[in-house]
C-alpha cells in the first residue's frame, strides 16, 4: 500500500461526526474562556489577562494535538507471521497446551493473536492490548496510542477546570443583575462544570487502570475471574499487575 493511500485513509477517519462535535465543542470552550470570561475578568491586554490566556492556549494546543495523535495513530496491528509459543503455557501437558493455542486464535482474522489482544468489530481486525474502541476519535485504543489518549483525557480535563475557574473568578467579582450575560455566565458554566466531572472521572478511571495495569476489557474479564476464584475459594491476581510504581512505568512505555 503506497503511502498516499494510507494518508488519505488517515486524514478519512476525520470525517466523522462525533470527531466533528469534540472539534466544535473544543472550539465552544476555547473561544468562550479566552475572548468572553478572561476578557471580562481581566481583560486580553492585562498582564493577568495574558498570562492566563497564554496557559490556556498551552492546554488547548496539547489537548488538540492529543486528540489529532489518538486519530491518526495506528493502535497496533498483529503480525501476520505471529505464532503463539505453546511451550510458554501454563499447561503440563499437550492438551492444555493446544487449548491455550486454540484460546489465543482469532476466527473472525483467521490468525492466532499475542496476548492482551482482542478483535474489535467496528475495525474489523486484532489490536494489540486493546483497551476499548472510541467513538469520538473514531479509532481503537491499543498499545501505540493508549498513551496519547490519557495525555490528551489529562489536558482536557486540566483545561476545562482551567476554565471552570476563570468563570466562577470572574463570577464571583462581579454585582449581578439579571440579564444576558448572567444567563451566559450560568449555561457555560453548567456545560464546562459537567465537562470537568465526565473528563474527572474518566481521567482517575485510567489512573486507576494504569496503576493495576490492566485495560478497560481485561477489567471487566477480571471481574469474572474474580467471582470464580472466590467460587472455588482462591485468590484472583492480575496476573500483569507488578506493583504501582512499575506497572505506570509500564504504562508511560505504551
Not at 11 to 17: D, G, N
Request: glycine content about 10%; some cysteine; aromatic content about 14%.
Amino acid at each position: 500500500m503506497s503511502i498516499e493511500v494510507l494518508v488519505v485513509m488517515k486524514i478519512k477517519r476525520f470525517l466523522s461526526f462525533p470527531i466533528f462535535m469534540v472539534l466544535c465543542l473544543m472550539a465552544f470552550v476555547y473561544y468562550t474562556t479566552v475572548f468572553i470570561f478572561i476578557e471580562d475578568w481581566l481583560g486580553l491586554k492585562s498582564s493577568g489577562g495574558v498570562l492566563n490566556m497564554l496557559i490556556f492556549n498551552f492546554l488547548a494546543f496539547m489537548s488538540l494535538f492529543s486528540f489529532g495523535a489518538c486519530v491518526l495513530i495506528d493502535p497496533g496491528n498483529v503480525p501476520s507471521s505471529f505464532v503463539p509459543d505453546v511451550e510458554d503455557d501454563g499447561g503440563s501437558d499437550q492438551r492444555s497446551r493446544n487449548s491455550g493455542a486454540q484460546s489465543r486464535y482469532c476466527d473472525k482474522c483467521s490468525t492466532y493473536k499475542p496476548p492482551r489482544a482482542h478483535h474489535c468489530r467496528v475495525c474489523g481486525r486484532c489490536v494489540l492490548r486493546m483497551d476499548h474502541h472510541c467513538l469520538w476519535v473514531n479509532n481503537c485504543i491499543g498499545y501505540s496510542n493508549y498513551k496519547p489518549f490519557v495525555v490528551l483525557i489529562t489536558y482536557a480535563a486540566v483545561g476545562c477546570i482551567y476554565s471552570f475557574v476563570m468563570i466562577m473568578s470572574g463570577a464571583i467579582q462581579k454585582d449581578w443583575e439579571f440579564g444576558s450575560l448572567k444567563m451566559l455566565y450560568i449555561s457555560c458554566g453548567t456545560i464546562i462544570g459537567s465537562l470537568c466531572l465526565i473528563l474527572g472521572t474518566l481521567l482517575g478511571w485510567h489512573i486507576y487502570l494504569l496503576g493495576h495495569n490492566m485495560t478497560t476489557i481485561e477489567y471487566h474479564e477480571g471481574i469474572r475471574a474474580q467471582w470464580l476464584a472466590r467460587k472455588s475459594g482462591k485468590i484472583y491476581h492480575h496476573r500483569y499487575n507488578v506493583g504501582f510504581y512499575r506497572n505506570i512505568a509500564l504504562g508511560r512505555g505504551t
